[in-house]
């Protein structure tokens, strides 16, 4: 996996309930694309995000997996291993970083964005942060990750765990919300 700098938690717009239309219009300029033909590319994109995530997780095997989240926009290092029915955030694919030697386990989730209604904009906030995989991690089965997640070198994330605060390096962490159990040698 190429060497770079990771992507910056921002801001975003708070979700406003409205037509599919105005919706996909106000997403669109959220990501950079203007007018309508701006509207249109936009809504390809995430078309094409969501295919493409959709293939990978009904794979058989993990190699094909690997590459339809790569074409998303996933950074994905060497040696990854992902399992079925895994899904990586429709809209950011582009948030999360996963390095080599990385196990996902299937039916995990991985989220980098949070768009509260303007309703609850006093109570929570509207953001996309990356999530960041560091070598050697280990996620087991139906574990949910949260935006702005760090999960350190040879960690290992039991089985059902929801990650809202990093994990450290080698340790095993379980639970909702994820806490370290045990430190690992």
């Not at 990385?102 to 109570?123: C, D, M, Q, R, W």
Request: charged letters at 20%; zero cysteines; glycine letters at 10%.
């Amino acid at each position: 996996m190429k060497k770079g700098k990771y992507p910056k938690k921002r801001k975003l717009p708070y979700t406003r309930i409205g037509s599919t239309t105005t919706r996909m219009r106000d997403s669109a300029k959220e990501h950079g694309y203007r007018g309508p033909f701006g509207t249109l590319r936009f809504s390809l994109r995430y078309l094409k995000s969501f295919y493409l995530n959709l293939f990978a997780q009904w794979m058989p095997t993990s190699g094909p997996r690997v590459l339809f989240h790569k074409w998303r926009g996933v950074r994905i290092g060497k040696r990854v291993f992902i399992g079925p029915q895994v899904t990586i955030d429709y809209v950011y694919p582009e948030y999360v970083v996963i390095e080599d030697g990385v196990s996902i386990a299937g039916n995990t989730f991985i989220l980098t964005h949070s768009k509260p209604l303007e309703h609850h904009k006093e109570y929570f906030e509207s953001s996309v942060a990356p999530v960041i995989i560091k070598k050697n991690a280990w996620i087991t089965i139906g574990v949910t990750i949260l935006p702005g997640v760090t999960i350190g070198e040879g960690a290992v994330v039991l089985s059902g765990s929801v990650v809202n605060e990093d994990i450290p390096p080698n340790v095993i962490a379980g639970g909702t919300p994820a806490k370290v159990i045990k430190k690992l040698k």
